[in-house]
């Protein structure tokens, strides 16, 4: 599950006058709860689900999973992970009433789903834990109008007061869109593009 309209507000910090020095960036994913009440939500919904008579049948054990650096690791296309990965699906193919046990022990640790849909605090616990981005980051050069005390650029992606400078791309999005931000982003570019041209 996903929010796609976040209203957390990350930053991006200077480390240094060196401007070959990358910059500190800090997402903070959950720092409105606001996210953090429909992720919990989110969860729930697609959790109760899951555990329906009817899902279950089909579905089998369903347990509490995330984007975790275990997954990563064996998410990496390598002879050894296929090899891995060949080697667990198959025991649990054949573990029979065993797989969910053999699940809770090796993928997640004795977390339990049912233990998360019974305990907010646990519930919360883990989505705070799990909560990854999803590599769209935006909004850090907002456009905004000439009185807005965070607008870094203009509707034309004009930089204010660098004279020749313009940012077209995710990061002028004043908010976070709804949706991925991809296609607005090569609107924007397609529109700036447009003004870029015609201006001569």
């Known amino acids: ?20 020095e990358e910059p500190e960036v800090e997402f903070n994913l959950l720092s409105d709860d606001r996210d953090l009440d ?29 984007y975790s650096e275990k997954v990563r690791a064996i998410g990496r296309v390598t002879k050894r992970n296929e090899m891995i990965s060949k080697a667990v699906g198959g025991v649990l193919d054949m573990a029979g009433g065993l797989r969910g046990m053999l699940i809770d022990k090796l993928i997640t640790g004795g977390l339990r789903l049912r ?19 999803v590599w769209h980051a935006s909004c850090t050069n907002r456009m905004g109008d000439d009185d807005d005390p965070m607008a870094v650029t203009d509707e034309q992606g004009r930089v204010r007061g660098l004279a020749g400078l313009r940012v077209v791309d995710a990061s002028i999005m004043p908010s976070v869109p709804c949706a ?21």
């Open 1 to 20: 599950v996903f929010v796609n309209k976040s209203y957390s507000t990350g930053e991006v910090r200077l480390a240094s006058k060196d401007w070959r």
């Open 38 to 66: 429909r992720l919990k939500d989110a969860f729930l919904r697609a959790s109760t689900i899951n555990l329906h008579p009817a899902v279950a049948r089909v579905a089998g054990y369903t347990f509490p999973s995330s």
């Open 115 to 133: 233990d998360l849909l019974e305990d907010d605090g646990a519930l919360e616990g883990f989505v705070r834990a799990t909560a990854v981005g």
């Open 180 to 200: 991925n931000t991809n296609i607005p982003t090569i609107m924007m570019a397609e529109r700036i593009s447009d003004t870029v041209l015609s201006d001569g």
